[in-house]
């Protein structure tokens, strides 16, 4: 079976989402987290988080890309079992059996990505339209067939061609150094 796991090819996820995910957790989409917000009142890191981010299960922090990796039994259970104690401890689930059951479902739909080979990276981009959440998904691979992932590297992109807007990192790190203040 197949997996997610973030990924960081550099710090930006450091400085874009309130939270940054640590690399090599295990991932899910992570849309259950703004089931119950608007997503044009989001400001500044919420909003890069609802725009682009995947959930990382362990920290519940947020990574702009995911890898695709090959996860046994051992594994998925694993994952299912630590997003379904941070569905009760953080979420509210009522019962451990209830946050299992959600938790198998998010797993089943991150899963379902991950129809490219092992090694491929996964970017979401969020809209909510009429109150409701909708997900695209673009898979890059390295050009030539590489392994190898560094941050400015040039890739094949497989899904949407736009994803219609625009992130200013550069805005976003001096919200960060102001935050310190």
Request: proline share 3%; hydrophobic share 45%; aromatic share 10%.
């Amino acid at each position: 079976m197949k997996l997610l796991r973030t990924i960081r090819l550099d710090p930006s996820d450091t400085f874009v989402f309130e939270r940054a995910a640590e690399p090599g957790e295990w991932a899910v989409s992570g849309s259950f987290v703004f089931w119950n917000e608007d997503a044009a009142a989001l400001q500044g890191k919420a909003r890069a988080a609802f725009r682009a981010g995947f959930l990382g299960v362990q920290s519940l922090g947020w990574s702009t890309l995911v890898q695709i990796i090959e996860a046994n039994e051992h594994d998925y259970r694993a994952a299912v079992g630590m997003l379904a104690q941070q569905l009760v401890a953080s979420f509210g689930a009522p019962t451990i059996n209830d946050a299992k059951a959600a938790a198998e479902e998010e797993f089943a739909f991150a899963s379902s990505l991950c129809t490219h080979p092992a090694d491929t990276l996964i970017a979401i981009h969020r809209t909510q339209e009429g109150g409701k959440i909708h997900e695209t998904f673009r898979s890059l691979r390295p050009k030539g067939g590489s392994k190898s992932f560094r941050a400015f590297t040039f890739f094949e992109v497989e899904g949407e061609d736009d994803f219609g807007e625009r992130i200013d990192l550069a805005a976003l790190g001096e919200n960060k150094t102001s935050d310190k203040s």
